[in-house]
């Protein structure tokens, strides 16, 4: 099954499969979408009372214009930078589910009104490697008097259980296209230029009474060339065993480490799956 690596970025991959079915290559798709696991804040302990401002002296209500419940979620949704040979599941870790550096990262958010609470002021308690990615998030904003002090708690996991693990974003498969141009009778030049100009992403030109494709790859499989050609001169084919795999991360994982994970987690199924149809007598 040979993979063609198109465009590599750190949060985004695009590469074509070839020689896989559909069922194959959408296994893939799915793995990355439920199955690639990282880290994500899951309880937050909200401080409850006054909060008193040690320099100024002022007191503080602790409370925000959001239910707590809502300003949790929010944390949960936060990226953190996760390093699976670093971090593991609880179920999975020595400490048996304790708790402890190899399963969960402590975080702590004390803001003090007027102010917008963003993703940066969740600092961690320890290695400042772990830092919230995208600092300029908003959470909530706090009025005058208002105060969030909290202590959040992130754990490995991944989107089976909830959406907040979901590391891989606008994971799409399609086959690969094919565009067959041929000219047919009564299909003047007239129709031809209209073809060309239908294509929303201009891969199509007409040039000397002839027309061409450019870079079949990017096709849609939108139709509207084949709609605006009523002679039938151009038609879409799809690929059955070449097919285009793309996504992008949250950046909790880089692109290549998510799809590294999903291949050796899928050779890991089939080799048990292998295992277990040998052993039925």
Request: net charge negative; hydrophobic share 35%.
């Amino acid at each position: 099954m040979p993979v063609v690596l198109g465009d590599l970025k750190p949060r985004s991959v695009s590469l074509e499969v070839e020689g896989a079915t559909a069922s194959q290559v959408n296994a893939i798709r799915r793995t990355l979408l439920s199955d690639v696991p990282k880290l994500a804040i899951e309880d937050v302990e909200f401080h409850l009372g006054p909060i008193r401002d040690e320099a100024t002296g002022k007191d503080y209500d602790s409370s925000t214009s959001m239910f707590d419940e809502a300003v949790a979620l929010r944390l949960g949704l936060l990226p953190i930078p996760t390093d699976l040979s670093q971090f593991r599941r609880k179920s999975e870790c020595t400490c048996g589910g304790a708790g402890c550096p190899n399963c969960q990262v402590m975080y702590s958010v004390d803001k003090k009104g007027p102010c917008t609470v963003y993703a940066k002021d969740v600092v961690p308690l320890g290695d400042a490697g772990l830092a919230i990615l995208e600092p300029d998030v908003p959470i909530v904003r706090l009025g005058a008097r208002q105060a969030l002090l909290a202590y959040a708690t992130a754990i490995v996991g991944s989107a089976r259980d909830h959406a907040k693990w979901q590391v891989a974003h606008g994971v799409g498969m399609f086959p690969r296209p094919h565009v067959r141009i041929a000219r047919k009778e009564g299909c003047s030049d007239a129709c031809l230029k209209r073809t060309a100009a239908s294509c929303p992403v201009n891969i199509l030109e007409f040039a000397g009474g002839k027309l061409t494709c450019t870079d079949e790859t990017k096709c849609i499989y939108c139709g509207a060339c084949e709609a605006s050609d009523e002679h039938g001169s151009i038609r879409i084919e799809p690929d059955d065993e070449k097919f285009f795999l793309k996504f992008e991360t949250d950046g909790s994982l880089s692109a290549r480490e998510a799809l590294r994970y999903t291949l050796k987690q899928l050779k890991g199924r089939f080799e048990d799956l292998r295992e277990s149809i040998q052993a039925i007598p």
